[in-house]
């Protein structure tokens, strides 16, 4: 299982399009092939930070993904909004604690 971990600055007056943009998409890319989970997250000291968590099955999936129109028209929008560039980590978990 790959964990990708995208670390993204907004304009701090662009945060609601962004907002928009991602809640027209996150479906899409949940019903994505192997796609196992998608997660939005706010920093709460710095509300224009965002980061997503996905769960894919590997590299292949993410990749297939990342090659979609899906990925590519819902990227140009978001990359417009942003105020400091994006942070991206593929990952995997190799312990869990519950």
């Not at 796609?35 to 980061?51: F, G, I, T």
């Amino acid at each position: 299982m790959l964990i990708r971990i995208v670390r993204m600055t907004f304009q701090p007056e662009k945060v609601a399009n962004f907002l928009d943009i991602f809640n027209q998409s996150k479906d899409k890319i949940r019903a994505r092939a192997g796609c196992h989970r998608l997660e939005l997250l706010r920093d709460l000291d710095q509300p224009n930070v965002y980061m997503t968590y996905s769960y894919w099955d590997d590299v292949q999936a993410l990749n297939d993904y990342r090659d979609s129109e899906l990925f590519k028209t819902t990227w140009a929008k978001t990359k417009i909004l942003f105020s400091d560039k994006p942070v991206a980590y593929s990952v995997e978990r190799l312990e869990e604690l519950l």
